[in-house]
């Protein structure tokens, strides 16, 4: 079984309540389930009884973790809490456990063309995945932008890497999605490819690596592009709160990109809510919690509304689309992502 490769992780985690404060689910569900420490020792049962593996119970707790990967970030130890349940989703596939409302997702990504539609000239390749592509301000910000640098770039539309299919636990049908979007962008002859979601940056400089697919394009994430174009920021962007990205941080070892931008753009980023480990992206990590459990994802929008100083005034940021469009349909926090603050300083 593919938890059988965190059997060190699930003994420790098994009796560790050191992160549980970090549980982005469990913050707001208050269920003893949706803690790591739980969800470790409901694996350690299956480990004892493969059996267990088929527990509805077991299941809905599985696919409603946040996938923050924060536990793991901050374990001194860096136990993979967040590895383990990845692992059992794909155990759970593979066995033909899925439930309904997981398999409808998975028979949708699955039915989308992987070759994103490209146009333009240039050889640089902004992608908008499909996430992007729902916060149209977000793509309209790096084009300004990018016409404010003088600088020419092709378009990457829609398509599919497999990060859906990845983050259900369908390993093999998202390594397919990943060749074939892979063949497409490598045919396309770019020299770098851009990506603002989170989600879809991890995918193809992580899980694309991970199954042995080859991407010839530098992968850069927007903020990391943004930096190096020759272009003046001429207004600050003051006091702002900025909510780390699960994928950034948590999963790409704390990405230092968006914070030297926005120091680039005279951001004074000040402290949000109780702590600084904490994942206040709605689920960003789990890719589509917000159609899986979207009761869940309201409520951890209304966990955010409420930590923050000022829910009327604030000026949050965030790096990802996924939790901008969250945050906006759900609280009444002014969310920015990181591309529409840089648009906004020219
Ligand atoms: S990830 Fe680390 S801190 Fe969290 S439950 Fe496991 S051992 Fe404890």
Redesign the pocket.
Known sequence: MNIDKFYD?IK??RF?????H?SGVGNVTFREADT??IR?AMLYGVTLDNSKLANADFIDTIYSSDLSAA??F????????NGMVLAARRDIVEAGLAPADVLALAETSKSIDAKPKISGNGETLYYIDSCTASAASEYKAFDKIMKKAGVKYRVAKGGNTGKILETLGFAADSAQKAAEFADAVNKSGAKTIVVSNPAAYDSLANDFKARGVKLIPKVMHASEFLLQLKVKFAKKAGKIYYLESDFLKNYNSNLKFPRELLRKLGAEAAEFGTNSEESYTCGEGAVVLDKLRPNIVEKMAKYVEERADNPNADKIVVASPYTKIQLSKNSKLKVYTLTELAAACI
């Not at 560790?16 to 549980?20: A, G, K, V």
């Not at 901050?74 to 809490?81: A, L, Q, T």
Request: charged fraction near 25%.
């Open positions: 992780s420790a985690c560790c309540f050191m992160c549980r970090l790591p420490r470790a536990c793991r901050h374990c001194v130890n860096s136990f993979d809490e």
